[in-house]
T-cell receptor
């Protein structure tokens, strides 16, 4: 498929464990975004990459959250010492960079449950 | 401080009738206003957008209206179909927020056959 893929689709972690969530964007898409969607809420912005450069990480809720995109393609969102409040669906989106509006294409998300 | 609000958590409409979903925003500096549709266990999918310089955009059964003076956005679906049943999120983009999307809390639409 040519869409955004994310893995794993579901992750259960014990409180205090580290987790790593992977995003494979659409080939050729320069921009990559991570969002967090808590139950009953809309997605909330976490961080944004253009190629390998992390241009905005203002939405990361704490220094336990870290994201990288070392080769400008696949991205990993890492959460250290997970807490129960980290339980959410983590969505990745990618887009081209063109003049005007750039549609963001979302992956199916990773549902993280911290026990 | 929620910049985008969807005050109706749910809406139920008869098949064939019009569905109207509403959204209010607080910042006047956004460039684009969007609607995304989400089915369970899937990511949001783009539905329709409107630039801040327009007040209406139409795509088939979907029309988005932008009232800048009221800072209000609405999505009209006519005629509504059972396959339209999903959660709809409005979102804003641009201005000082750059390319990131800021979403509302969503409205769950149920279209009754």
């Amino acid at each position: 498929g040519a869409g955004v893929s994310q893995s794993p689709r579901y992750k259960v972690a014990k409180r205090g464990q580290d987790v790593a969530l992977r995003c494979d964007p659409i080939s050729g898409h320069v921009s990559l975004f991570w969002y967090q969607q808590a139950l009953g809420q809309g997605p909330e912005f976490l961080t944004y990459f253009q190629n390998e450069a992390q241009l905005d990480k203002s939405g990361l809720p704490s220094d336990r959250f870290f994201a990288e995109r070392p080769e400008g393609s696949v991205s990993t969102l890492k959460i250290q010492r997970t807490q129960q409040e980290d339980s959410a669906v983590y969505l990745c989106a990618s887009s081209l960079v063109l003049a005007g509006y750039n549609e963001q294409f979302f992956g199916p998300g990773t549902r993280l449950t911290v026990l | 401080d929620q910049q985008v609000k969807q005050n109706s958590p749910s809406l139920s409409v008869q098949e064939g009738r019009i569905s109207i979903l509403n959204c209010d925003y607080t910042n006047s500096m956004f460039d684009y206003f969007l609607w995304y549709k989400k089915y369970p266990a899937e990511g949001p999918t783009f539905l329709i957008s409107i630039s801040s310089i327009k007040d209406k955009n139409e795509d088939g059964r979907f029309t988005v209206f932008l009232n800048k003076s009221a800072k209000h956005l609405s999505l009209h679906i006519v005629p509504s179909q059972p396959g339209d049943s999903a959660v709809y999120f409005c979102a804003v983009q641009g201005g000082s927020s750059g390319d990131k999307l800021t979403f509302g809390t969503g409205t769950r639409l149920a279209v009754r056959p």
